[in-house]
T-cell receptor, first 112, second 109 residues
Framework: NAGVTQTPKFRVLKTGQSMTLLCAQD?????MYWYRQDPGMGLRLIHY???????AKGEVPDGYNVSRLKKQNFLLGLESAAPSQTSVYFC???????????FGNGTRLTVT | RKEVEQDPGPFNVPEGATVAFNCTYS??????FFWYRQDCRKEPKLLMS???SGNEDGRFTAQLNRASQYISLLIRDSKLSDSATYLC??????????FGKGTSLLVTP
């Protein structure tokens, strides 16, 4: 079982560039989440989805957009990257709430 | 006030020692509690759920004190492989879980 797969694993962007992070899960989970993790800040929720076609803002949504067109995929977009978005991004899914989160391996993004 | 607070450590302990971490949470309506473990540059992984009656899994024991709004994790007979960051996680009465910033543990030979 692949579980939760994130692509890419690493990326370097220049300020102002755009990119999309892809999260795919094969566990048929309803709920999916995007977190960012920065040194000394812990995991902070960016956006989440409670089912196909739904999205909602988390704690730090500014500068990001998301889409959940298919149940198994949750995309995180950066329209105009800023150095403050340099971080490690984790996608997670769960079958119900509240319940255990299953995390992907993370995407390490650097914005120069 | 942050919803979930942990002592960041680091806790440096010798092999074989017993170490305890505490975590406090602010939302009295929270119902679900977890401890996750995160190794350096890896994703968080569930260590154990925390039940009202407390629970034990081998060398690990988790306790919940609803009245004081804190949960604890006790590790007995520490191993080198226990070195990691331990994350306290509490549900937010919504659709998401709130993570503490983590407590760093280093077990030394």
């Amino acid at each position: 079982n692949a579980g939760v797969t994130q692509t890419p694993k690493f990326r370097v962007l220049k300020t102002g560039q755009s990119m999309t992070l892809l999260c795919a899960q094969d566990m048929n989970h309803e709920y999916m989440y995007w977190y960012r993790q920065d040194p000394g800040m812990g995991l902070r929720l960016i956006h989440y989805s409670v089912g196909e076609g739904t999205t909602a803002k988390g704690e730090v949504p500014d500068g990001y957009n998301v889409s959940r067109l298919k149940k198994q995929n949750f995309l995180l977009g950066l329209e105009s990257a800023a150095p403050s978005q340099t971080s490690v991004y984790f996608c997670a899914s769960s079958p119900r709430v509240p319940d255990v989160l299953h995390f992907g391996n993370g995407t390490r993004l650097t914005v120069t | 006030r942050k919803e979930v607070e942990q002592d960041p450590g680091p806790f440096n302990v010798p092999e074989g020692a017993t170490v305890a971490f505490n975590c406090t949470y602010s939302n009295s309506a929270s119902q679900s509690f977890f401890w996750y473990r995160q190794d350096c540059r890896k994703e968080p992984k569930l260590l154990m759920s925390v039940y009202s009656s407390g629970n034990e899994d081998g060398r690990f024991t988790a306790q919940l004190n609803r009245a004081s709004q804190y949960i604890s994790l006790l590790i007995r007979d520490s191993k080198l492989s226990d070195s990691a960051t331990y994350l306290c996680v509490v549900d937010s009465s919504g659709y998401a879980l709130n993570f503490g910033k983590g407590t760093s543990l280093l077990v030394t030979p």
